[in-house]
């Protein structure tokens, strides 16, 4: 376990929780419950996620659930669990001018989206070959694989519908774009 990290654009933060529902989601895919990204707001490293089961509000705009944005330190020190880091790899991390096109995609395209609860109940079964390419509304690591996949940091090659927490934690060890996870406190 280490104290909070530095955290750059792309760095992934996985969630093993307490809860029943996490417990059920950690069985079923054979890892973490959820994943959130870290992009660059104002200056700040902030974490983007889609998730139903967060009463911290967003930085952004202040609603809760949905795809919305926190700052990792709250979202870390608030979690009933472990979470740990997952650091882009270096040669992948976003330049400058790419971590602006990052966050302006977030909030162009993904902030504010519903959260995806049949989508994440289908991702690791064929039912979610049929939901693809819809971007509606989003699942956790389908807004995390979706955005390294538009970007070329990882998670090639992968239906992002199709991607459980625990997958995009096995995509992206296998792929090599980040470094393997290192549990974090605040």
């Not at 079923?28 to 139903?52: C, K, N, W």
């Amino acid at each position: 376990m280490r104290m909070m990290p530095e955290f750059h654009a792309g760095d992934l933060l996985f969630f093993y929780g307490t809860g029943w529902k996490s417990r059920v989601i950690e069985a079923a895919t054979l890892g973490p419950s959820h994943v959130g990204m870290i992009f660059v707001y104002r200056d700040q490293p902030m974490l983007i996620e889609s998730t139903t089961l967060c009463d911290l509000p967003c930085q952004i705009c202040g609603e809760a659930s949905g795809v919305h944005a926190r700052r990792p330190e709250a979202r870390i020190a608030s979690y009933d669990g472990k979470v740990f880091h997952s650091a882009i790899r270096k040669p992948r991390r976003f330049h400058r001018e790419q971590s602006s096109q990052l966050t302006a995609t977030i909030l162009g395209q993904y902030h504010g989206l519903p959260y995806d609860m049949a989508g994440a109940i289908e991702s690791p079964t064929v039912l979610a070959l049929a939901q693809y390419p819809d971007f509606g509304s989003l699942f956790c690591s389908a807004l995390c694989a979706d955005l390294l996949q538009g970007f070329a940091k990882g998670a090639a090659g992968k239906n992002p519908k199709r991607v459980t927490p625990a997958g995009l934690a096995r995509i992206t060890r296998r792929q090599g774009s980040h470094l393997p996870m290192t549990e974090v406190r605040v």
